[in-house]
């Protein structure tokens, strides 16, 4: 079956440091990664997504994210963090169910900013 | 700009209530889905639904209905709510043929 994975519910970095976020999935097939940020009491919103080609994807915000196939990881990454980037971020990996996909997600990792 | 809007932000209702969460999306989109967000377990898929009329049980259905009558407008329904269906429930829409899903703003559901 395939699974996401997060390491670390919880991670706090000072403001202007890098931000590291870790997400691992399992999946058999070539994956559709994603990343999505969900702001205190909002829904989520798209970050960035891997499909196919370049292996280095940028997204909004200052945020990307690498997707190692021999690591099966997609690490989310920002050089230098801002108090407005606190929120939760979930990965997630597109996988095929018959005829429709579906994402299957990580459990969430809360980024708190410390000033 | 891709729109769906959730019928409540907050909600509390009674044990045993049948509650009503309401979700419409403004892009045309083939695919809705309702997920249930609790802290520690990430979404878990519900219910979704790729056709008018049509629906598929996702994760965790259990004690969960959804109807789907009109294309833009998908209803998630729990019939006798029960204290554990207290969640934050997110609704989200994507086209075929894409991958990315467009969510709603969530339902804070409170049930007594």
């Known amino acids: 079956a395939q699974s996401v994975t997060q390491l670390g519910s919880h991670v706090s970095v000072s403001e202007g440091a890098l931000v590291l976020l870790r997400c691992n999935y399992s999946s058999s097939v070539p994956p559709y990664l994603f990343w999505y940020v969900q702001y205190p009491n909002q829904g989520l919103q798209l970050l960035l997504k891997y499909t196919t080609g370049a292996t280095l994807v940028k997204g909004i915000n200052g945020f990307e994210a690498e997707f190692k196939k021999s690591e099966t990881s997609f690490h989310l990454t920002k050089p230098s963090a801002h108090m407005s980037d606190a929120a939760e971020y979930f990965c997630a990996v597109s996988v095929q169910m018959d005829s429709n996909y579906q994402l299957i997600w990580g459990a969430g990792t809360k980024l708190i900013i410390k000033p | ?112």
């Open chain 2, 1 to 112: 700009d891709v729109k769906v809007t959730q019928s409540s932000r907050y909600l509390v209702k009674r044990t045993g209530e049948k509650v009503f969460l309401e979700c419409v999306q403004d892009m045309d989109h083939e695919n809705m889905f309702w997920y249930r967000q609790d802290p520690g377990l990430g979404l878990r898929l519900i219910y979704f639904s790729y056709d008018v009329k049509m629906k598929e049980k996702g994760d965790i259905p259990e004690g969960y209905s959804v109807s789907r009558e009109k294309k833009e407008r998908f209803s998630l329904i729990l019939e006798s709510a029960s204290t554990n269906q207290t969640s934050m429930y997110l609704c989200a829409s994507r086209a075929r043929g894409s991958y990315e899903q467009y969510f709603g703003p969530g339902t804070r559901l409170t049930v007594t």
